[in-house]
């Protein structure tokens, strides 16, 4: 069997932005929004599994993805942390809710009703928070991976917007395969 080895291409201006903007978040985290970045520590060997989940990953190729994170931490914390990194997953908000990585949703009860003013300024909140907007979700997705954060989510947006209701739903799991 022949073995091939390529050399990575050059990144694009895109893709260095991606790298610039995610470092820079490691280094100086916001307390919600996108970029979301789940570090989980494996039981054995001080492994970690490291998923980010961003809308700008949208358009860019897979296989890059996993280089700039795995770059952008080496940058931010060190190429010790960096090498601990088992897994890395980068994805969009429908691409990790797809994995059933987001279960936990915060959203307006009664969308339909609200003026059209007041959705303006839900939807503003709910983009603050991190939700995502995409041709499979016209609305403003707000998915979490924990009920802790979806709770913290929706009692920000409640303080913000006291007059509209929120709630915190559920996904179902996936069908057994």
């Not at 991190?130 to 016209?138: E, F, L, R, T, Y």
């Amino acid at each position: 069997m022949p073995v091939l080895e390529y050399s990575p291409p050059e990144r694009s201006p895109g893709q260095r932005k991606l790298l610039a903007d995610l470092t820079a978040e490691l280094r100086r985290p916001k307390e919600f929004g996108q970029p979301r970045v789940v570090i989980r520590p494996m039981p054995r060997g001080g492994l970690r599994h490291v998923y980010v989940i961003w809308d700008a990953w949208s358009g860019c190729p897979p296989e890059v993805r996993g280089e700039i994170v795995r770059e952008a931490f080496a940058a931010a914390r060190g190429i010790e942390f960096e090498q601990s990194i088992a897994l890395a997953i980068p994805a969009t908000v429908p691409e990790a809710v797809e994995m059933d990585l987001l279960r936990y949703g915060v959203r307006p009860e009664k969308w339909g009703r609200l003026a059209e003013a007041v959705r303006e300024n839900v939807t503003d909140a709910l983009l603050e928070e991190g939700a995502s907007v995409s041709n499979q979700h016209p609305r403003p997705l707000l998915r979490f991976n924990t009920p802790v954060e979806a709770e913290a989510a929706r009692r920000r947006l409640e303080a913000r917007l006291p007059d509209v209701e929120w709630e915190v739903s559920v996904a179902p799991p996936p069908p057994e395969a």
